[in-house]
T-cell receptor, first 113, second 118 residues
């Protein structure tokens, strides 16, 4: 069973900021939230990771509210090369002794010229 | 630096045949993960190892699937006998830590093996 919920798809024009939100109601106290990007015929690639508030790197920003039940990946000024599937990943809080790693269904972002 | 290396990149075989997928993790990483990706089910974790020891194989779909990690630089995922419903892309990933420490140590994925069982 998927532990996260994301929009299935999003469209955006080049140059716009894109925000993708992931819901993770059962996130555990020690869990971090990690986002991956996947291009066709490639493995997922790490984008950003955070625990709370805001994290920013050269690629994206991650916003996490105080209750940590959701997170928003923000991609500034997207280009055609940002067209990919974006996955939200959190730890499974029921995994005592058996830590399941669960990817969301992913959000397919299509950037339009 | 070399990333996670998987072989073969593509495999086409007939049902009933044995299939062996191979993975070389990033040097120094002590955890290794096997995933399967299909359109219907997305990315599923099959099994993961820490320090060459299988920690959790509850994601392995059937006894036809087995995985080994004889040393820190090599792992195999074997399907015997293979069936058409095993067709998928199989990914190997490695990471520097084991859950729950993984939470702060992202995994690095290979480019996968696209498996087609006829």
């Amino acid at each position: 069973l998927a532990k996260t919920t994301q929009p299935i798809s999003m469209d955006s024009y080049e140059g716009q900021e894109v925000n993708i939100t992931c819901s993770h109601n059962n996130i555990a106290t020690n869990d971090y939230i990690t986002w991956y990007q996947q291009f066709p015929s490639q493995g997922p690639r790490f984008i950003i990771q955070g625990y709370k508030t805001k994290v920013t790197n050269e690629v994206a920003s991650l916003f996490i509210p105080a209750d940590r039940k959701s997170s928003t990946l923000s991609l500034p000024r997207v280009s055609l090369s940002d067209t990919a599937v974006y996955y939200c990943l959190v730890g499974d809080p029921s995994g005592a002794g058996s830590y399941q790693l669960t990817f969301g269904k992913g959000t397919k972002l299509s950037v339009i010229p | 630096d070399a990333g996670v290396i998987q072989s073969p990149r593509h495999e086409v075989t007939e049902m009933g045949q044995e299939v062996t997928l191979r993975c070389k993790p990033i040097s120094g990483h002590n955890s290794l993960f096997w995933y399967r990706q299909t359109m219907m089910r997305g990315l599923e974790l099959l099994i993961y190892f820490n320090n060459n020891v299988p920690i959790d194989d509850s994601g392995m779909p059937e006894d036809r699937f087995s995985a080994k990690m004889p040393n820190a630089s090599f792992s195999t995922l074997k399907i015997q006998p293979s069936e058409p419903r095993d067709s998928a892309v199989y990914f190997c990933a490695s990471g520097p830590g084991l859950p729950p420490l993984y939470s702060n140590q992202p995994q690095h994925f290979g480019d996968g093996t696209r498996l087609s069982i006829l």
